[in-house]
């Protein structure tokens, strides 16, 4: 079954560094999300990409947040100075369409750990 | 608001019992419900998806969707030591147009004891 696969698993940063975090969407998908876990907390909505621009943002997604899709398989985060509380799980999301409203299905998520 | 509550468990249960796992929400606008299941160091994994109030079943699973009192319910018959995982509820208002974000629930953490 076709999935959304992410990597690196685990990323170690130090404070103040830039990361990226990469994404492969499901290939037939054309919406992309990155949301984020912070530990023990909810699940939180960051951003949305459709037709390679934001579609939403959470309040959250602020300037140090950006996203991309630099080719036609990769979706990627970018954190340019990372902070502590910016320690979380990131998961990426992709669904077909959402005019038939189809689910989103997620990735296993990448674990940003910031020293 | 967009506030999604669940109790958060731990919920623990015989092999083979009913598990009821429930989530109440404040925002009116929500349309589309889903619950995911979340292992250890895993993604949320998609188990049910219902659209509006009403019940959908899928082997053992079955989602109930109430939004006159704006609650939703999944649940798990003959439960298995394997379905032991976190059962996370997600809504959106699903605009049916562009994108639309999930407001997830905390998660339930569920353990089946065979």
């Known amino acids: 079954e076709p999935e959304v696969t992410q990597t690196p698993s685990h990323q170690v940063t130090q404070m103040g560094q830039e990361v990226i975090l990469r994404c492969v969407p499901i290939?037939?998908?054309?919406?992309f999300y990155w949301y984020r876990q912070i530990l023990g907390q909810k699940v939180e909505f960051l951003v949305s990409?459709?037709?390679?621009?934001?579609?939403?943002k959470s309040e959250i997604f602020d300037d140090q947040f950006s996203v991309e899709r630099p080719d036609g398989s990769n979706f990627t985060l970018k954190i340019r100075s990372t902070k502590l509380e910016d320690s979380a799980m990131y998961f990426c999301?992709?669904?077909?369409?959402?005019?038939?409203?189809?689910?989103?299905?997620f990735g296993d998520g990448t674990r940003l750990s910031i020293l | 608001q967009k506030e999604v509550e669940q109790d958060p468990g731990p919920l623990s249960v015989p092999e083979g019992a009913i598990v009821s796992l429930n989530c109440t929400y404040s925002?009116?606008?929500?349309?589309?419900f889903m619950w995911y299941r979340q292992y250890s160091r895993k993604g949320p994994e998609l188990l049910m998806y219902?659209?509006?109030?009403g019940n959908k079943e899928d082997g053992r699973f079955t989602a109930q969707v109430d939004k006159s009192s704006k609650y939703i319910s999944l649940f798990i018959r003959d439960s298995q030591p394997s379905d032991s995982a976190t059962y996370l509820c997600?809504?959106?208002?699903?605009?049916?147009?562009?994108?639309?974000?999930?407001?997830f629930g905390k998660g339930t953490k569920l353990s089946v004891i065979p």
């Open positions: 990409f459709y037709n390679n621009e934001i579609s939403e």
């Open positions: 219902t659209y509006s109030s």
């Open positions: 925002n009116s606008a929500f349309q589309y």
């Open positions: 290939s037939n998908h054309l919406y």
């Open positions: 997600a809504m959106s208002e699903g605009s049916g147009a562009g994108s639309y974000q999930l407001t």
């Open positions: 999301a992709s669904t077909t369409d959402t005019y038939s409203n189809q689910p989103q299905h």
